[in-house]
């Protein structure tokens, strides 16, 4: 869910090739330490409930000037928005513009650089959604250095700024990986160039490892799902291989499952960090219990979906998310059906019952 419009796309073809984690639930606007460094906090004030101040949506690639209004108005803490190392610093101004209004971020980045990529397994044409191992390390951190330098005066302004290592990553060499186009040896050796990157700029930066898309989040919680096994192989080899003060976990199948789901990830994380979730949103095809068919009846379809805003993202906070994100602030028109209409605006700007039931939940 990376370089385009959301991080969302590929679950459906990468659940077996991807997976990840948290740590305890909140109870104060502290934050715990990094695997070696300080980090910034995913918190606002001491002053926040831990609920009000998890909250946010993601907005995708961030670009639509009238969303940080909206977020303003909904009563958003943090927001996710998409961006790109590629050699230039293009992206600046889009995430400047969250920033100015005061949003703690979380920016989730896929390397796509000219010239710096391996190609093994397809091209930036081919894969105009996926980040890409890079050829040379320094080219990478000089890039990467570039476009969040930047942002490090924030931080002195009480903003929090969590960046995250590429989404949804499968392992290209044996799957149809959407949003990574390398192995998962070729991702931890991207991750600690990032981590380490990251750190030399501002330590006081949150990094976060990959997101866990929501099927394998299924399969973790549950010993008897076929797709286990391998599952649990894949999370505990980046969880024990990466470098990070987070991790993010995505859930789009019932909201009595997301327990299940992040319980299996307490005790595995390192000591010190802790687990995020900037993809949550329903009532989608991967719960059954729910009327999720939104082109057979759009108002019954959009009922649901207000309903669901504060039982998922409460479920998040309950079961130890220190960042809980609705997917999306935006309706979206490119991604797969059924993701399209889980935005609590519409394409157009209209807001909907959704909309206002976040802002009751935050109020």
């Known amino acids: 869910m990376l ?22 639930p909140p109870t104060t606007t502290s934050v715990p330490s990094s695997p070696s460094t300080s980090m910034a906090p995913p918190t606002t004030s001491d002053t926040t409930p831990p609920g009000t101040g998890a909250f946010g949506v993601n907005a995708s690639a961030g670009a639509r000037f009238d969303g940080p209004a909206l977020a303003v108005d909904l009563g958003a803490r943090w927001v996710r928005v998409n961006a790109s190392i590629d050699g230039s610093t293009g992206d600046l101004d889009k995430l400047r513009r969250w920033l100015d209004q005061g949003f703690n971020l979380v920016i989730t980045m896929d390397h796509r650089q000219p010239g710096n990529v391996v190609t093994t397994y397809g091209t930036l044409r081919e894969h105009p959604r996926a980040g890409f191992p890079y050829r040379d390390a320094t080219v990478f951190s000089q890039s990467l250095t570039a476009q969040i330098q930047p942002l490090a ?11 995250q290592s590429e989404n949804e990553i499968g392992d290209a060499s044996y799957s149809k990986s959407i949003f990574w186009r390398g192995t998962i040896d070729d991702y931890l050796t991207l991750e600690r160039t990032f981590y380490e990157t990251v750190k030399s700029v501002d330590p006081r930066f949150g990094v976060s490892l990959t997101s866990w898309p929501s099927q394998a989040m299924t399969a973790l919680a549950d010993p008897d799902d076929p797709r286990h096994a391998a599952a649990e192989a894949r999370s505990t080899k980046l969880l024990d291989g990466g470098t990070y003060d987070a991790v993010d976990l995505h859930f789009y199948g019932c909201t009595s499952q997301i327990a299940a789901g992040a319980t299996w990830f307490a005790g595995r994380l390192k000591p010190g960090t802790y687990w995020i979730s900037t993809e949550n949103a329903g009532p989608t095809i991967y719960c059954n219990s729910v009327f999720s068919n939104w082109r057979g009846n759009l108002d019954r379809f959009e009922q649901e979906k207000a309903a669901e805003v504060p039982q998922r993202l409460q479920a998040c906070v309950a079961s130890g998310g220190r960042v809980c994100l609705w997917f999306s602030l935006f309706n979206l028109d490119d991604e797969v059906d059924w993701a399209n209409h889980l935005g609590l605006v519409s394409t157009s700007g209209a807001t909907s019952v959704a909309y206002d039931s976040f802002k009751q939940l935050v109020g």
């Open 3 to 24: 370089a385009v419009a959301s991080a969302l796309g590929g679950a459906l073809m990468v659940a077996a090739s991807c997976i990840g984690p948290p740590p305890p």
């Open 153 to 163: 005066g924030y931080l002195d302004q009480g903003r929090s700024v969590i960046l």
